[in-house]
């Protein structure tokens, strides 16, 4: 005789990627497996979004010039809440802290604030340097990236704002030499990049590499051209930067030098890059600078030449991988 069972099935994860469109407000949900399989699920009625955080089934997308941070449930595809920020905020950059709390950075207000995503509340504002843009958390502090700028005008070289996640203090402030700085990660060698966009049409770009035992900057590199803005740091020794003005720079994080020079940069889609990021295979991902048209994300094969091309939509800015349950 068989004894019926009425444990659940174990669900099924799969990896997807996650694309935030700037100038339609609207998130594009596709699976890493299957990319044709696409959902789009839209942020709000008014913003300028350009930063997104994702950690399980949520991402967190602070709204731009509207003082708030939208929380969309990537399973479900819709936006579970809508947490206001500090107004003025300028909302613009983000991370998890935890799977409830992200830190959202208020570039106008040279804060951060501590938000509960699955509460929708939010705590105290935590004064940081000028015009944060950038947060990267790692080993239990979080590395807010202050570009120092006065009237969106370089007004000195960037800093780091070190926060301890335990305490939201902040600990420490790390000195950088690049100007304006915009994007961070930490490598695989256990340090953090940050990529300096520079003044516009300046050709000033360029990419510090901080110790995060002494919490110093070690290395300041300059040569990477005309405003980058986005970075991504594989499984290898290697930085790729990417520009809207020629594309990706690849770096080299063990020797210290170009593999890819601003020009001879990657120009997958077309000559700007928006946004760059790997999935967990390794596989590197470019966003299309188009801010008129819907646009399309580059999934690149191991010669970098583009293997699958993505709809997304307008002015594609940002992407992020992280792994959500889905139907069987």
Not at 60 to 82: N, Q, S
Not at 125 to 149: H, T, W
Not at 269 to 280: L, N, W
Request: aromatic share 6%; hydrophobic share 45%; glycine share 12%.
């Amino acid at each position: 005789v068989s004894e019926e069972t009425t444990d659940p099935l174990p669900a099924v994860m799969a990896e997807v990627g996650v694309v935030l469109g700037s100038v339609d407000l609207s998130l594009t949900i596709f699976e890493v497996q299957d990319p044709t399989q696409t959902r789009t699920v839209g942020l709000a009625p008014a913003g300028s979004p350009v930063t997104l955080a994702v950690r399980g089934e949520l991402a967190a997308v602070p709204l731009g010039f509207v003082p708030a941070l939208a929380v969309v449930d990537l399973k479900e595809g819709v936006v579970l809440r809508t947490v206001g920020l500090p107004a003025g905020s300028g909302a613009t950059g983000v991370a998890f802290l935890n799977d409830s709390i992200v830190l959202a950075a208020n570039s106008d207000l040279n804060s951060v604030t501590p938000v509960n995503v699955l509460a929708g509340t939010r705590g105290s504002d935590i004064a940081v340097g000028r015009y944060p843009q950038a947060v990267v958390v790692e080993g239990g502090r979080a590395f807010v990236v202050n570009a120092e700028l006065d009237a969106f005008t370089p007004d000195g070289p960037a800093t780091v704002s070190v926060i301890d996640i335990e305490s939201l203090a902040v600990i420490s402030t790390i000195q950088l030499s690049g100007e304006n700085a915009a994007a961070g990660g930490v490598g695989s060698d256990g340090r953090l990049y940050i990529v300096h966009s520079g003044t516009f049409l300046s050709e000033n770009g360029s990419l510090s590499v901080v110790n995060l035992t002494s919490l110093t900057e070690v290395e300041h590199h300059p040569g990477f051209g005309d405003f980058p803005g986005s970075l991504a740091l594989g499984p290898s020794a290697r930085a790729f930067v990417g520009a809207f003005s020629y594309g990706v720079a690849v770096w080299d994080t063990s020797l210290g030098a170009f593999i890819r020079e601003p020009a001879q940069a990657l120009k997958p889609g077309g000559v700007g890059a928006s946004g760059i990021a790997f999935d967990e295979a390794g596989r590197l991902y470019t966003l299309t600078a188009d801010c008129v048209n819907p646009s399309t994300a580059n999934r690149l094969d191991g010669s970098f030449e583009i293997d699958i091309t993505i709809p997304v939509g307008i002015c594609p800015f940002a992407t992020a991988f992280t792994t959500i349950e889905v139907e069987d």
